[in-house]
C-alpha cells in the first residue's frame, strides 16, 4: 500500500505552493489571502523510483474568533492519525507564531514522524532566520523554497528514509484485494459485517501498520480474497472529526491497496459529489470498479423502469467510464449481497485479461481500416499494428501508427468503444497508446 505524506501547517506558509510542487501539477490554487486551500488536495509524487501520496490539508476558517480551535485542530488530527510522515510547513519571513506553537504541541505529542519545514528561504541569509523554530521542538528544520524548488530533493530524501521499512507484512500477491468504499453512511460497514459474518474464525488479520488491521482474509462460499481496510471497521469515538475529510482520506488508503473497489451508494440520497471524488480516486488508480445501490429495501417503487433510471443517472454522472457493473442490494436483508463478491471477482478477472495479438489485429485492423483517424493538414494516418503489454496493472494495448501525435483523444475513445464491445472489460479501466511504428 502506498505510503501517505501529509502537509500541515497554518494558512499562509505555503501549504499548497509545495503540494504542487511535489505532484507536478498546479492542482492546488495559490493565492496570497489566508484560507485559500478549502478542499483537500490529493496527489501522487514520484521520487527516486518510488511512489508515494500527499494531501494538502486545508479547510482553514477565515473568520473565526479562534481560528485554531475549529478547523485547523481537526485537520492536523486527522492528518496525524492517517499519514505515515508529516510535512510541518512553517514561514521563514514570519518566523515563530501562536498559531505554529500549538500545531508543534499536537505534533509532539503524536508517535507519527513529523519534518519540520522551513519554507519560503529563497536565499541564503534567510537561511539563518530558520534556527528560531528549534524553539517548536521538532528537531532540525529543514530549510526550501516551495516557489523555486530549492532545497526540495534533500526533502525528499529525507521522506524516503523517514517511511519505515516493514509498514506492513507482505499479503499473498495472487489473491484478489476488494475495498468497500464510500462516503459516511452508505452502509460498509454493515455490507462488510454481512460478509464476514459470524464464522468470525474463518477471518484472520494480517499486521499492519499502527491501524487496527489492513487486510481481512475471505475465504468462504468458494471465494478466496482479502478485504482492503475499510472505513468502516475503526472505533466510533474517532469519527468526531470532519467526516467528509476523514472518508476521504480513509479511501485514498484502502484504494490504493486493492484491486476492485465496491463503491456503495444509498439508495435514499442518490449520487452525491462526495462519490463523484471518490470514483475519482478509483480512476486516477486505475482500480477496478463495482457500483453497489444499497438500502434498495427502503425504496417502495422498485420496479425495472426504476431501476433503469436509477443506472442511467450513475452512470450519465460518472461518463465518460460507463462501462462497470451496477447492483441494488440491502447489506441489512443481505439480498444480493454474494452477486456483489462475483461481480467483484468477474471485474478482477477481466483486469488480468490478455488477448492474443493475431486476435487483436484481425478483429480491429479491419475496422480501423472502415474508419481511420481523421487526416489531420492533408496528412493521412496509418494504424498498420497492435499488440498488448506485457505485465501491467490493467489491459494496456499500443496502436502502432505512422503519426501518432496527431490521434486524437475522440478516436482513442472510439477504439477503446470498440474493443470494450468485442471483449469483455466491465468494470476495468483500459489504456490505449499510440506509438511511432
Known sequence: MANLVAIVGRPNVGKSTLFNRLTKTRQ???NEAAGTTRDRQYGKCEWCGKEFSVVDTGGWVVNSDDIFEGEIRKQVLIAVEEADVILFVVDVMNGVTDLD????DILRRSKKKVLLIANKVDSNELRYGSAEFYSLGLGEPYCVSAATGSGTGDMLDLILESFSKNTEEETEIDIPRIAVVGRPNAGKSSLVNAFIGEERNIVTDIAGTTRDSIYTRFNKFGFD???VDTAGIRKKNKVVEDLEYYSVIRSIRSIE???VCVLMLDATRGIESQDLNIV????????GLVVVVNKWDLIEDKSTKVMKTYEDAIRSRLAPFTDFP???ASALTKQRILKVLDLAMEVY???KARIAT???NEEMLPLIEAYPPPSIKGKYIKIKYITQLPNTQIPSFVYFANLPQYVKEPYRRFLENKMREKWNFTGTPINIYIRQK
Open 28 to 30: 492546488a490554487i495559490v
Open 101 to 104: 506553537m500549538d500545531v508543534a
Open 225 to 227: 480474497f482479502y478485504l
Open 257 to 259: 491497496g486493492s484491486d
Open 280 to 287: 475519482t480516486l478509483i480512476q486516477k488508480n486505475s482500480k
Open 326 to 328: 451496477i447492483i441494488f
Open 349 to 351: 478477472k477481466n483486469r
Open 358 to 360: 493475431a486476435r487483436l
